[in-house]
């Protein structure tokens, strides 16, 4: 559903969402009363509602603040809801993708992070560091195979110099600009 075909009617205690595949009624404030979250998540929750549904777009950062710091499963439910009913009224339920080339130039990295099975020492016999030709090649491969969206991921290699991500950057940009 395109939002150039929706249009929204906040009438509490009912969002009525119009569109072209007919309306959908969702039910705000029986939602909210039935529900075990606290009074300020419920509160937060219809004004985030009323932002986003009733045509100002944007929920307040303490708000948005406020509803990141749910722990309750019940109130993280009805957030996920009401994000939902927001989503689905601006966007409707069309599904898209990327087509995605990942490069990872290096698995060098000084980091020994708990959960990345990925890096190697820089003396580390498996360790690699791409040249910048082969970033650069196999980012136009990607392209040239459909790829919309290049994903660059490395470790940190030690004695790392400071400006190598933003050289990789423009070198891809330079070779790749779409």
């Given at each position: 559903?395109?939002?150039?075909?929706?249009?929204?009617?906040?009438?509490?205690?009912?969002?009525?969402?119009?569109?072209?595949?007919?309306?959908?009624?969702?039910?705000?404030?029986?939602?909210?009363?039935?529900?075990?979250?606290?009074?300020?998540?419920?509160?937060?929750?219809?004004?985030?509602?009323?932002?986003?549904?009733?045509?100002?777009?944007?929920?307040?950062?303490?708000?948005?603040?406020?509803?990141?710091?749910?722990?309750?499963?019940?109130?993280?439910?009805?957030?996920?809801?009401?994000?939902?009913?927001?989503?689905?009224?601006?966007?409707?339920?069309?599904?898209?993708?990327?087509?995605?080339?990942?490069?990872?130039?290096?698995?060098?990295?000084?980091?020994?992070?708990?959960?990345?099975?990925?890096?190697?020492?820089?003396?580390?016999?498996?360790?690699?560091?791409?040249?910048?030709?082969?970033?650069?090649?196999?980012?136009?491969?990607?392209?040239?195979?459909?790829?919309?969206?290049?994903?660059v991921q490395a470790g940190l290699p030690p004695n790392m110099h400071p400006d190598l991500y933003t050289d990789?950057?423009?070198?891809?940009?330079?070779?790749?600009?779409?």
């Amino acid at each position: 559903m395109s939002t150039d075909h929706v249009s929204v009617c906040v009438t509490q205690p009912y969002v009525i969402i119009f569109g072209f595949r007919g309306f959908r009624v969702v039910m705000i404030d029986r939602i909210l009363r039935h529900s075990s979250a606290s009074p300020g998540v419920q509160a937060a929750i219809s004004r985030a509602l009323d932002a986003g549904l009733g045509g100002s777009k944007r929920m307040t950062v303490d708000d948005a603040t406020f509803l990141l710091s749910a722990r309750k499963s019940s109130e993280i439910h009805l957030i996920g809801a009401a994000a939902d009913a927001v989503r689905s009224s601006r966007c409707g339920d069309g599904v898209g993708f990327v087509i995605n080339r990942n490069i990872n130039f290096t698995n060098s990295c000084v980091k020994r992070c708990g959960f990345c099975a990925f890096s190697r020492t820089g003396i580390d016999s498996e360790a690699y560091f791409l040249p910048m030709d082969e970033i650069v090649r196999r980012a136009r491969e990607g392209v040239s195979l459909g790829a919309t969206e290049i994903c660059v991921q490395a470790g940190l290699p030690p004695n790392m110099h400071p400006d190598l991500y933003t050289d990789v950057a423009s070198a891809l940009k330079e070779a790749v600009p779409e």
